[in-house]
């Protein structure tokens, strides 16, 4: 089981980004994006069930993110528009068997960076 996230970079505020999460080995019942700054916890950003397509977002990102799946490519998106520097840290893809619960699988992270 393999998840590879992609997409990080450095941008400018109001400028948009789109990470992608590619999974391999595995169908997840659901993926998340999560995201980390240092010397604080790890946050859910958003997520998404892979059945029904049901999502879930922190209420710092609601209205500017957006995440999807594309099933044939077993990958998740997330659109990341009007970004600010409160929104710059490690992007961690993640995903789930179960319903409920934590997530166990987890992939490396990307980074984002974003100026003022």
């Known amino acids: 089981v393999q998840l590879q996230a992609s997409g990080g970079g450095l941008v400018q505020a109001g400028g948009s980004l789109k990470l992608s999460c590619a999974a391999s080995?595995?169908?997840?019942?659901?993926m998340s994006w999560y995201r980390q700054v240092p010397g604080k916890q790890r946050e859910l950003v958003a997520e998404?069930?892979?059945?029904?397509?049901?999502?879930n977002y922190a209420d710092s990102v609601k209205g500017r993110f957006t995440i999807s799946r594309e099933d044939a490519k077993n990958t998740m998106y997330l659109q990341m528009n009007i970004l600010n520097p409160e929104d710059t840290a490690v992007y961690y893809c993640?995903?789930?068997?179960?319903?409920?619960?934590?997530?166990?699988?987890w992939g490396q992270g990307t980074e984002v960076t974003v100026s003022s």
């Open positions: 993640a995903g789930r068997l179960g319903n409920i619960g934590p997530y166990e699988y």
């Open positions: 998404i069930t892979t059945t029904g397509g049901i999502t």
């Open positions: 080995g595995i169908i997840f019942n659901a």
